[in-house]
């Protein structure tokens, strides 16, 4: 069974740092896509940070370029989004979600870990 769990949301002030989890399991890493994406109040759902299985290489939305870095430990099946310099704008639930059929649709997702910047 397919499953993404994310942690490591919580309150920080703006400017400082937080650092998400994404635990997955039902699936290995190494073969597909994966990353990250929020949704703040009102908005759609956005990209944040993926790496694309098809070509190695890093996505990063030009909002959080210079200050998000992602980052995947294939042994242990996790990877993670360490957010420094975080600003009010950041705030949203960031989700976890993976590209199982190598379609570039990302269609596997966790429940969700809520990120507030606020001072």
């Known amino acids: 069974q397919v499953q993404l769990v994310e942690s490591g949301g919580g309150l920080v002030e703006p400017g400082g740092s937080l650092r998400l989890s994404c635990a997955a399991s039902g699936f290995t890493l190494d073969y597909y896509s994966i990353g990250w994406f929020r949704q703040a109040p009102g908005k759609e759902r956005e990209e944040v940070s993926c790496?694309?299985?098809?070509?190695?290489?890093?996505f990063y939305a030009d909002s959080v370029k210079g200050r998000f870095t992602f980052s995947r430990d294939n042994a242990k099946n996790m990877v993670y989004l360490q957010m420094d310099f975080l600003k009010p704008e950041d705030t949203a639930v960031y989700y976890c979600?993976?590209?199982?059929?190598?379609?570039?649709?990302?269609?596997?997702w966790g429940q969700g870990t809520q990120v507030f910047v606020s001072s």
């Open positions: 790496f694309s299985h098809n070509d190695n290489s890093t």
């Open positions: 979600g993976a590209d199982l059929h190598g379609l570039g649709v990302y269609s596997s």
